[in-house]
């Protein structure tokens, strides 16, 4: 059973800078993507920062430029990286793993904080 565990989650100003990490314990089956999610107050869960097995990276238009999303080389910690962020940025950020075909199988990091705010 996969579990993953976010950390770097807390407090900046407008401009400031934070960086989140999300570590998988356990084994995958076939790997085929990971990610960051967020959910900022009374909206959806949206799409923030993608990086596929292989290395291909698409970014939210609202966080292009700012974030950027990598992975260390055994693929089971995700970082993500925010820089000049900015009030619309606070949120709870979720990290995402997810496999590819035969079990097609989602893992969720169970959130954190991101407030950004003078």
């Known amino acids: 059973q996969v579990q993953l565990t976010e950390s770097g989650g807390g407090s900046a100003q407008p401009g400031g800078s934070l960086i989140l990490s999300c570590t998988a314990s356990g084994t995958f089956s076939r790997l085929n993507a990971m990610a960051w999610y967020r959910q900022r107050p009374g909206r959806q869960r949206e799409a923030v920062a993608y990086?596929?097995?292989?290395?291909?990276?698409n970014y939210a238009d609202s966080v292009k430029g700012r974030f950027t999303i990598s992975r260390d080389s055994a693929m089971n910690t995700v970082i993500l990286q925010m820089t000049s962020l900015k009030p619309e940025d606070t949120a709870v950020y979720f990290c995402y793993f997810g496999e590819t075909l035969p079990t097609r199988a989602d893992y969720w990091g169970p959130g954190t904080q991101v407030t950004v705010s003078s």
């Open positions: 990086m596929t097995a292989g290395g291909q990276t």
